[in-house]
């Protein structure tokens, strides 16, 4: 037990595995609807569409988790801008915004000389977060699991029949505002463990893992949530053991169990379709 009880002996390690555990939860969550509406690219657009926000509240000292909410749910609204106002889809959209919130971002933080390190946004630094992070995160994670049990069921028609959701009189817009809220929030809370560029690999891929393993949609949060833990614990021991940087190590590990499920998954794995179609 030693190799497992070993890392607990550290204060930062305790505090990694902490705000791991919170985000290997709520990512996944929130990614799930984002799988199931076939826009997984807007966590990448988002994730990078906050970095102009915390460039701005870092130079004008405002509250750094304001600024990057503020311009992560903008960068939701110029790709619906771009979308009604042309011919252009939802895909190209979110490229176009994805490349320009991106460069803007680091634009900004060097113009602003920000005391933001874009190392540590890009790749995540868990290994510094401290207990006043994981408290906001948590916090987080609190108010917007609470808000998808609250509204789940809106979620539910909105995600797999927004038309008629919009016929019997529901709020579609708002509910698309609430959902875009969430998954900048869960975005946010992710980019302290493990980066702008990681953070949309522990949202998309346990989610995506357990949609080639189950069919209902709170079954997928579920598993989703579970495996999004496992992989982040996996991906710290990892980072500990083999002396490789943690958000790094969560993203591979990430893709590793996806591999797996690919390959395995009873109805949809490449393996067990073989199998099916050989006997």
């Not at 916090?139 to 019997?168: M, Q, R, S, W």
């Not at 875009?180 to 980019?191: D, H, K, P």
């Amino acid at each position: 037990m030693d190799w497992l009880l070993d890392p607990l002996s550290y204060e930062f390690m305790r505090q990694a595995l902490l705000a791991s555990f919170l985000v290997g939860i709520l990512c996944p969550v929130v990614g799930t609807y984002l799988i199931v509406q076939r826009i997984a690219m807007l966590g990448d657009v988002v994730a990078h569409g906050v970095l102009p926000g915390l460039a701005i509240a870092s130079f004008f000292n405002l509250p750094i988790l304001l600024g990057a909410f503020a311009m992560g749910l903008f960068s939701t609204a110029v790709i619906a801008w771009i979308r009604t106002q042309s011919r252009i889809k939802a895909d190209t959209a979110m490229a176009i915004t994805f490349s320009t919130f991106f460069s803007l971002g680091i634009t900004l933080l060097t113009v602003f000389r920000s005391r933001v390190s874009l190392e540590q946004l890009l790749f995540g630094d868990i290994l510094s977060i401290s207990s006043s992070d994981v408290w906001q995160i948590a916090a987080i994670a609190g108010l917007v699991l609470v808000g998808v049990g609250l509204f789940y069921k809106e979620l539910l028609f909105f995600t797999f029949d927004p038309l008629g959701a919009e016929a019997l009189g529901l709020p579609v817009n708002r509910i698309n505002l609430g959902l875009m809220a969430g998954i900048t929030l869960a975005i946010i809370a992710g980019i302290k463990t493990v980066g702008v560029i990681l953070v949309v690999a522990l949202m998309v891929g346990p989610a995506a893992t357990a949609y080639l393993l189950v069919k209902e949609l709170h079954w997928m949060m579920g598993l989703g949530a579970t495996l999004g833990v496992l992989f982040s614990v996996v991906g710290m021991y990892s980072s500990y053991y083999l002396d490789i940087p943690s958000g790094p190590a969560i993203g591979l590990t990430v893709f590793a169990g996806f591999l797996l499920a690919l390959l395995f998954s009873p109805r949809q794995g490449i393996i067990g379709r073989w199998v099916s179609s050989h006997t």
